[in-house]
């Protein structure tokens, strides 16, 4: 029987794929009379860095000799319940007896961008921004704060293209970032170990998009291998 091979891109198509969609992203929604200019940008790039981590946990895997069929990237929900303590508190006997006549209905719809499960075990919850500032942090950290109520090992991740969190989180060729002032504060208030990955150099601004001719920034292949050693470690650990 011969043996199936998987599909995985290598690092070198990962980036000419950037190329080429970062690129034409303006064209494309120049071109597009159905749905709004920003849409299409943000949507082009949200789905672009989702792909990008995907493809990058596919090579992780690889390289750890995983069995693929142990891996599994499917985009499951998490149905995150009601603490029973905040029942309790509540003062209305109304408001008390409706909830709890009704508890298997209240629960909070949690689904990470990209899920990675390995042996059926949920390892890794990715977010994947196209840049980030420390406003957007903030939901972040809460939103793996309640993950992790439910998968309390999991890892969790932001991959993100460019950085607005300040500190040198966008120097990525630096062997180890301090991070930010803001970023660290914030942080320290949530019992999460968020990782979080830049992929282009430089910080974001927002008067230079880099799916402009101008401003555009190169992907480059020695960011990516660095994502994937993280990756390894996460889901190897």
Known sequence: ?????????TVNKLIKS?????????????????????????????????GIARNLIRIAWQELNGNPKSLSLEKKTVKIPIKPDYINKIKSPEVK???SKNIKDFFYVYKADVNVYINNKFKVAIECKTYTE????????????????????VKCVLLQLESQLGGDYSKINKNIILGSKQTHTLMSYFDVDLNIITLLEGERKVDQPIHKKSFFKELKKESLLKTICVFKKLIAD
């Not at 080429?20 to 200019?37: D, H, P, S, T, W």
């Not at 903030?138 to 439910?150: A, N, P, S, Y």
């Open 1 to 9: 029987m011969k043996k199936i091979k998987r599909n995985i891109p």
């Open 134 to 153: 420390n406003a957007m942090i903030k939901r972040i950290l809460v939103d793996f704060t309640l993950l992790k109520q439910v998968f309390p090992d």
């Open 18 to 50: 950037y190329n080429i969609l970062v690129k034409g992203i303006e064209q494309e929604a120049n071109e597009n009379e159905e749905r709004a200019y920003g849409g299409i940008i943000r949507a082009s790039k949200g789905l672009l860095v989702e």
């Open 97 to 99: 007896k409706f909830i």
